[in-house]
C-alpha cells in the first residue's frame, strides 16, 4: 500500500494523481488482454488465410503502417507477424517516453517535417483514444558561456522548423520552471510530452485487429518465396505468390511483403538480396532511475545543447507517465542486438558489429567519447557528475540502476550515422514484391503516424493494390 500511495503522490506531481494512475492501469490491462489474445492467436495455424499484404515487425513503426494502410484500404487482407510472443518487445518498449517537438533537425528534412506532423498527430491520437500522456515541456539548458551561441542557433533551427511556443529564457525563468535546475539560459519547448510508447504502439495494434487485420506473434521470419505454381486444385499460389517462412514451419502466402523490422532491419532486406550496407549496429543505453523521495527534483524534461564534436546529444533528465524520473542514458556498443544488461552476448552479433569497416572508422573518431561512455556506465558516480551541471545538488546516493534500452543505429562503410530514410527492395523477382523500411531515424517513435503516412505513399507508388 506503501509503494501505491508513492506512486500516485508522483503522478500528483505530473498533475495527473490518482485518476491519471487509474486511467494508465485501464489502458494497460485492456492491452493486456489483446496481448494474450495475439498469442492465441500465434498458436493457430498462419496457413489458413492468404494475404494481400504481410507487415513483418510488430514495433511502433510496423503497427502503424500497418494501421494506415489498412484505414486506407479496408478491403486488404492484412497481416502482421513479429517474432516475439508480445508487441512493442524491443524498440518500441525500451525508449525515455519522450514526445519530441522537432527542434534538433535540419530545417527542411524529412526528419523535421515528420516530427513536427507526428507531435500534433500523436496528441490526437492519445486524445481520442483516451491514452495517458503529459505536456511536461522540455528545458533545453546552456550551463557553459560556449554553449550559448549553439543554443541560439538551435532556436533559430527550431523556429525555421515551425516548433510552435518556443522561447530563449534566463536563470531566472529556469528556476521559476525548474527549481533545481541551474543553466545561463534554455529553450523552453511546451509542448514537449511524455507517454509510454509501448502502450501506444498495443494500441495501433489493437486498432488494427479492430478493422479486420491479423497479427501473429511469435513468427521469427527466415526467407522469402516467390511461389511459380500453385497446389493442385488451387489458384491461390499465382494470386498469392510470396511465401513468407516462419520459424516452427509456419508459413504465409501474400502478394506483396513490407518489413518494418528495427534491430534486424538490415537482416531481413538481405533474405531478399539486398546490400547488406545499410549495417544495423546496437548501442545500448542504461538509464539511472530518481529514487522515488528525489522526484521532485524534476519537473519536466531538462536536456542538454548538443555538442558537434560528439554522435549522441548526452545524458538528460525525463520524467515518466508513472511518476519516476530517468536520468541518462549513456551509449555503448552492445554485445547483442537485443542485449539489454552487460552480461548480454551474442557471438553472431559482436563479430558482425567488429568486422563492419563502418563501426571501426567510427570508433577511431570516437574513441575518448566511446571510453567516457563505457567508464560512465560501470561508475554511476562518474553519470551523475554530468547530470549535476544541470541539478546541482543531485548526489550518487539519490539514484539507482534502471531500465536500458537498445537503439538499431544503421551506420554506412564509412562509420557516418546514416540520418535519413532508407528503401530497399531485392534482387530479382522477390525483388519487386518486397519493401523494406531499412531505417526510421529517430525520433521513430513521435514521427510513427506520419511515418506511416509516407510509408503507405510509398507501398501505393511501389505495389499495384
Not at 180 to 201: N, Q, R, Y
Request: proline residues 5%; glycine residues 10%.
Amino acid at each position: 500500500m506503501a509503494g501505491f500511495t508513492t506512486i500516485c503522490r508522483h503522478l500528483s506531481g505530473l498533475g495527473g494523481g490518482l485518476k491519471e494512475m487509474k486511467k494508465l492501469m485501464g489502458v494497460t490491462n485492456c492491452l493486456n488482454k489483446c496481448q494474450q489474445q495475439h498469442r492465441a492467436a500465434s498458436s493457430k495455424t498462419a496457413e489458413s488465410k492468404d494475404y494481400d499484404i504481410c507487415i513483418v515487425g510488430g514495433g511502433i513503426v510496423g503497427l502503424a503502417t500497418a494501421q494506415e494502410l489498412i484505414g486506407r484500404h479496408p478491403q486488404l487482407k492484412l497481416a502482421v507477424v513479429e517474432k516475439e510472443n508480445q508487441l512493442a518487445r524491443h524498440q518500441s518498449g525500451h525508449n525515455s517516453g519522450v514526445i519530441h517537438a522537432g527542434i534538433y533537425y535540419a530545417p527542411g528534412s524529412l526528419k523535421a517535417k515528420l516530427c513536427v506532423e507526428g507531435l500534433e498527430l500523436a496528441y490526437k491520437y492519445c486524445d481520442k483514444h483516451n491514452i495517458p500522456y503529459k505536456k511536461c515541456g522540455k528545458l533545453i539548458v546552456a550551463v557553459d558561456p560556449e554553449e550559448i551561441p549553439r543554443l541560439e542557433n538551435l532556436y533559430k533551427r527550431g523556429q525555421q522548423n515551425n516548433v510552435k511556443d518556443l522561447r530563449i529564457i534566463g536563470p531566472e525563468e529556469i528556476r521559476e520552471m525548474e527549481p533545481h535546475c541551474k543553466g545561463l539560459k534554455a529553450i523552453t519547448s511546451p509542448h514537449t510530452g511524455i507517454v509510454d510508447w509501448g502502450v501506444v504502439t498495443k494500441h495501433y495494434g489493437k486498432n488494427f485487429e479492430a478493422q479486420g487485420g491479423d497479427i501473429f506473434c511469435d513468427y521469427e521470419v527466415k526467407g522469402f518465396r516467390v511461389n511459380k505454381e500453385s497446389k493442385a486444385g488451387e489458384q491461390s499460389g499465382l494470386q498469392y505468390p510470396v511465401t513468407v517462412h516462419g520459424s516452427k514451419g509456419k508459413s504465409i502466402r501474400c502478394r506483396y511483403v513490407v518489413t518494418c523490422g528495427g534491430l534486424f532491419a538490415d537482416r531481413l532486406a538481405q533474405l531478399s538480396g539486398c546490400n547488406p550496407v545499410p549495417r544495423i549496429v546496437p548501442f545500448r543505453g542504461d538509464y539511472l532511475l530518481l529514487k522515488p523521495e528525489k522526484c521532485h527534483l524534476v519537473n519536466g524534461n531538462i536536456y542538454p545543447v548538443p555538442n558537434p564534436r560528439f554522435p549522441w546529444l548526452g545524458v538528460h533528465l525525463t520524467p515518466r507517465v508513472d511518476g519516476s524520473v530517468w536520468l541518462g542514458p549513456n551509449a555503448i556498443l552492445s554485445f547483442k542486438r537485443e542485449g539489454y544488461s552487460m552480461m548480454d552476448f551474442s557471438l553472431r552479433d559482436v563479430v558482425e558489429s567488429i568486422s563492419f569497416s563502418g563501426l571501426r572508422k567510427l570508433a577511431m573518431r570516437n574513441i575518448s567519447f566511446g571510453l567516457g561512455e563505457m567508464y560512465r556506465g560501470v561508475v554511476i558516480s562518474a553519470q551523475v557528475k554530468q547530470l549535476q551541471r544541470f541539478v546541482p545538488e543531485l548526489k550518487a546516493s539519490d539514484v539507482t540502476r534502471g531500465p536500458s534500452g537498445v537503439r538499431a543505429q544503421a551506420l554506412d562503410a564509412d562509420g557516418q550515422l546514416v540520418d535519413d530514410f532508407v528503401f530497399d527492395g531485392g534482387v530479382g523477382e522477390i525483388g519487386s514484391r518486397v519493401l523494406h523500411v531499412r531505417n526510421a531515424p529517430s525520433p521513430a517513435a513521435t514521427s510513427s503516424l506520419s511515418i506511416a503516412k509516407m510509408i503507405a505513399d510509398k507501398i501505393q507508388n511501389t505495389f499495384t493494390l
